[in-house]
């Protein structure tokens, strides 16, 4: 991998608010991504983050900074079906993609 | 709508058995991946492919090959299954233009156990 960390698990509240970090190596960087798992199920793609700065898609927003090597995803009003594992990949070199090892997120009522 | 089919979603093989894990895409996508998911390990590339004929190994590619003949079609080899290689099996594509729709698209998953 290209050292890709992210936090192994994180509980919040219903409508809360949550930050999931994710760090990685900045060499030959091209893209972060953040994919949603719910258990026994394929990733889906959430947010993608090419430039500096906050994507906003609904209740999801993605930061990155490209000179930190450092994003986070924002996950607000949280519902119950949120509870799901969050990947942050990153594309290296236009083409391969490397993921972290997921945040395990737990939303209790 | 982008479709990843990978041909099994359950496997179960023996031991020393060959074993072929196949994935289609119909994005016309140059990328096509092999990752195996295992719990606190998360995803780990074991075999990439840029175009036909055209592979790079990822991190884990020991005990695997793979084989990419036509643009839509990436398959993945065990050569003598163990049971070290028990674990979920995802294929992914991606296009490589520079366009909106850059993300890797995933298949369903195939849950190979080796007994």
Same mark, same amino acid.
């Not at chain 1, 991998?1 to 760090?23: K, L, R, S, Y």
């Not at chain 1, 009003?77 to 997120?105: H, P």
């Not at chain 2, 894990?21 to 998911?37: A, G, I, K």
């Given at each position: 991998?290209?050292?890709?960390?992210?936090?192994?698990?994180?509980?919040?509240?219903?409508?809360?608010?949550?930050?999931?970090?994710?760090?990685y190596q900045t060499s030959g960087f091209n893209g972060l991504?953040?994919?949603?798992?719910?258990?026994?199920?394929?990733?889906?793609?959430?947010?993608?983050?090419?430039?500096?700065?906050?994507?906003?898609?609904?209740?999801?927003?993605?930061?990155?900074?490209?000179?930190?090597?450092?994003?986070?995803?924002?996950?607000?009003?949280?519902?119950? %079906?949120?509870?799901?594992?969050?990947?942050?990949?990153?594309?290296?070199?236009?083409? %391969?993609?490397?993921?972290?090892?997921?945040?395990?997120?737990?939303?209790?009522? | 709508?982008?479709?990843?089919?990978?041909?099994?979603?359950? /496997?179960?093989?023996?031991?020393?058995?060959?074993?072929? /894990?196949?994935?289609?895409?119909?994005?016309?996508?140059?990328?096509?991946?092999?990752?195996?998911?295992?719990?606190?390990?998360?995803?780990?590339?074991?075999?990439?492919?840029?175009?036909? $004929?055209?592979?790079?190994?990822?991190?884990?590619?020991?005990?695997?090959?793979?084989?990419?003949?036509? $643009?839509?079609?990436?398959? /993945?080899?065990?050569?003598?299954?163990?049971?070290?290689?028990?674990?979920?099996?995802?294929?992914?594509?991606?296009?490589?233009?520079?366009?909106?729709?850059?993300?890797?698209?995933?298949?369903?998953?195939?849950? /190979?156990?080796?007994?």
């Open positions: 991998g290209q050292n890709i960390d992210q936090p192994t698990e994180m509980t919040a509240t219903e409508g809360a608010i949550v930050q999931i970090n994710c760090t991504f953040w994919y949603q798992q719910h258990a026994g199920e394929a990733p889906t793609f959430l947010s993608y983050n090419v430039l500096d700065g906050l994507e906003e898609k609904g209740r999801f927003s993605s930061f990155l900074s490209r000179s930190k090597g450092y994003s986070y995803l924002l996950l607000k009003e949280l519902q119950m %079906k949120d509870s799901a594992s969050y990947l942050c990949a990153v594309r290296y070199n236009f083409n %391969k993609f490397y993921f972290g090892s997921g945040t395990k997120l737990n939303v209790k009522p | 709508d982008v479709k990843v089919t990978q041909s099994s979603r359950y /496997l179960v093989k023996r031991t020393g058995e060959k074993v072929f /894990l196949e994935c289609v895409q119909d994005m016309d996508h140059e990328n096509m991946f092999w990752y195996r998911q295992d719990p606190g390990l998360g995803l780990r590339l074991i075999y990439f492919s840029y175009d036909v $004929k055209m592979k790079e190994k990822g991190d884990i590619p020991e005990g695997y090959s793979v084989s990419r003949e036509k $643009k839509e079609r990436f398959s /993945l080899i065990l050569e003598s299954a163990s049971t070290n290689q028990t674990s979920m099996y995802l294929c992914a594509s991606s296009s490589s233009r520079m366009s909106e729709n850059t993300e890797a698209f995933f298949g369903q998953g195939t849950r /190979l156990t080796v007994v």
